[in-house]
């Protein structure tokens, strides 16, 4: 569920951002900024709901169309809130700062790929395909902190509860 999803990415982007800034040493935002935007990057499916990736992202124009939408339910959250809150949400729903926006991306895609080895481990050899276009698309995103994470940390998403 949303719910689920939403705290693993804000783990996931947390630990990316202090990779990129405290081991990488390369110029990040807050680590804690990162992870509360996390929080809220997928508030729009609140209303939107969930449009699953392979339609999503199958042309430029269904792209664009689907981030408008995005926005639109976004804006249209934020209208819900008392006025005195509505610029403290604005940059979180709305992911206005793109470096923040940056480490949210491929911290949402580490979340997918965990979820594909999950789904393996379980025995779902249908998600083999999916698994491998993940890895492609974070190799494609050319992030330092996310191979690093890639190189030492995935492992263990891997191992059952006995093996760890």
């Known amino acids: 569920n949303i719910q689920e999803h939403s705290h693993q990415v804000a783990v996931l982007a947390h630990a990316l951002a202090l990779i990129r800034r405290d081991i990488l040493k390369l110029p990040c935002p807050d680590p804690d900024r990162c992870a509360v935007a996390t929080l809220y990057h997928d508030a729009s499916e609140i209303l939107t709901g969930d449009m699953p990736t392979p339609i999503k992202y199958y042309n430029p124009d269904i792209k664009v169309a689907y981030k408008q939408v995005e926005r639109i ?92």
Do not use: H
């Open 73 to 164: 339910a976004g804006e249209r959250l934020l209208k819900m809130l008392p006025q005195e809150l509505v610029s403290c949400y604005t940059p979180l729903v709305l992911e206005e700062d793109e470096e923040i926006a940056t480490i949210v991306k491929a911290a949402d895609k580490l979340s997918a790929y965990i979820k594909c080895v999950e789904e393996q481990k379980a025995g779902n050899t249908e998600i083999d395909s999916a698994e491998a276009a993940t890895m492609a698309a974070m190799k494609a995103m050319d992030r330092p902190e996310l191979d690093w994470f890639i190189d030492n940390c995935l492992e263990p998403f891997r191992l059952n509860l006995d093996q760890l």
